[in-house]
């Protein structure tokens, strides 16, 4: 985290906006490429608004056009493409979620766009599913506009806001952090120990009954 704030803090103004604006663009329109992390540019957008390098109002108005124009554009992907695009490799692996997008959007119709906006592996593909239903444009366009400002605005304020707070907490974290792990180390060594201790108390316990077992068989033996 502290590496790219620090990078992204280093940009020209222009460029942050650029940079978080097309991560958001690109997650949205390519519906494949779920490793575009979209949501996390957002929240960047807005901790770094936080920390002066940019200004939060034209943070949010970038994360929320380039939220509705790649859904547009995903939209026209899935609308002219169709069919062809479900036999991409990165989707055959996730054919059940694929299938579960196109049942959200068969039960619940437009407003699946709205829902899929906030459900990571959705945000990216139920735009392209619209499309290939032919759902009419205008409609889609309205859940499209209203979930991607509801969720541009929720998630840059969140980053703004956290940064807020981890300037506060920083610090403390770090000791938090460490004590955690020490205690950790320390529960793990306990338990090793105990299950040690353990295993040797029923090892002798083993001994013990084998030796007396054949006590017993030697003195029947001998008879009186």
């Known amino acids: 985290m502290h590496a790219i704030t620090d990078w992204l803090r280093g940009l020209s103004g222009p460029v942050v906006y650029a940079v978080v604006g097309g991560m958001v663009f690109t997650e949205d329109a390519l519906f494949f490429s ?4 979209g949501e996390t540019a957002a929240v960047l957008g807005g901790f770094i608004a936080h ?3 940019v200004s939060l109002g034209w943070m949010v108005l970038v994360v929320v056009c380039a939220a509705v124009l790649g859904d547009s554009a995903g ?8 069919p062809t695009i479900l036999r991409a490799r990165p989707l055959r692996r996730h054919a059940r979620r694929v299938e579960t997008a196109q049942d959200l959007i068969r039960r619940r119709g437009p407003a699946a766009v709205f829902v899929g906006r906030f459900i990571a592996f ?3 593909l139920v735009p392209s599913l619209a499309g290939m239903s ?11 506009a209203l979930g991607g400002l509801a969720w541009a605005v929720g998630f840059t304020l969140l980053g703004y806001f956290a940064g807020a707070a981890y300037t506060r907490v920083e610090g403390t974290v770090g000791r938090v952090a460490a004590l955690a792990i020490a205690g950790l180390v320390a529960v793990s060594l306990l338990v090793w120990f105990l299950r040690r201790h353990h295993a040797r108390g029923g090892a002798a316990s083993d001994d013990d009954g084998a030796d007396g077992g054949r006590g017993l068989s030697d003195e029947d033996g001998r008879g009186p």
């Open 51 to 53: 920390q002066g390098s």
């Open 122 to 124: 959705f945000r990216p």
């Open 75 to 82: 939209y026209e992907i899935g609308r002219h493409l169709g």
């Open 34 to 37: 779920f490793f575009i992390p």
């Open 134 to 144: 032919r759902m009419p444009y205008r409609r889609f366009l309205f859940y499209n």
